[in-house]
T-cell receptor
Framework: EAGVAQSPRYKIIEKRQSVAFWCNPISGHATLYWYQQILGQGPKLLIQFQNNGVVDDSQLPKDRFSAERLKGVDSTLKIQPAKLEDSAVYLC??????????????FGPGTRLTVT | GDSVTQMEGPVTLSEEACLTINCTYTATGYPSLFWYVQYPGEGLQLLLKATKADDKGSNKGFEATYRKETTSFHLEKGSVQVSDSAVYFCALSDDDYKLSFGAGTTVTVRA
């Protein structure tokens, strides 16, 4: 079974530029998560989708970050405009569902963003 | 809110040495506890988990026991290999099934 795919793997941009990350979850997984992992810290949840609806976006900085999951499969996370403090690894994860026995999350390799 | 505190690294060991990574948690409910591992260049992988007090999770020679009285979930392995070099994350999931991670501990095993 194919795992969670993410692209690009690395991105370097200047502050105030925009950037987008793409995630393709495991086939059949209804729930998709985006995490931000700053160097030296554990991943922090940014947004959680169930199919194409948002379950939780309480930690998403909505003035500059946006995410969508059209058709309940692939997802994109966008930052516009980027700030220096956005430098981090952005992880995508998916799970069969978001509660009960099916909530084990499978993670992609991440996108490392450097903002200069 | 829920939080996880784990032993700071980095940790450097020789092959066949014993490894212990301490993890303590704070939660309002009765959380499930996890250890995730991140090998170089790869995504996070679930290593083991425990869903209730006194449960022991085990996988690949690693073990961790859910201790409610000490709010701990320490990761142990009796004899490490070079291939165990990775970053290890302790995490918890409370009633809302959301994961809260510790800061991670980098482990390097030397031949």
């Amino acid at each position: 079974e194919a795992g969670v795919a993410q692209s690009p793997r690395y991105k370097i941009i200047e502050k105030r530029q925009s950037v987008a990350f793409w995630c393709n979850p495991i086939s059949g997984h209804a729930t998709l998560y985006w995490y931000q992992q700053i160097l030296g810290q554990g991943p922090k949840l940014l947004i959680q989708f169930q199919n194409n609806g948002v379950v939780d976006d309480s930690q998403l900085p909505k003035d500059r970050f946006s995410a969508e999951r059209l058709k309940g499969v692939d997802s994109t996370l966008k930052i516009q405009p980027a700030k220096l403090e956005d430098s981090a690894v952005y992880l995508c994860a998916s799970s069969l569902s978001w509660d009960g026995a099916s909530y084990e999350q499978y993670f992609g390799p991440g996108t490392r963003l450097t903002v200069t | 809110g829920d939080s996880v505190t784990q032993m700071e690294g980095p940790v450097t060991l020789s092959e066949e040495a014993c490894l212990t990574i301490n993890c303590t948690y704070t939660a309002t409910g009765y959380p499930s506890l996890f250890w995730y591992v991140q090998y170089p260049g790869e995504g996070l992988q679930l290593l083991l988990k425990a869903t209730k007090a006194d449960d022991k999770g085990s996988n690949k020679g690693f073990e961790a026991t859910y201790r409610k009285e000490t709010t701990s979930f320490h990761l142990e392995k009796g004899s490490v290999q070079v291939s165990d070099s990775a970053v290890y994350f302790c995490a918890l999931s409370d009633d809302d099934y959301k994961l809260s991670f510790g800061a991670g501990t980098t482990v390097t095993v030397r031949a």
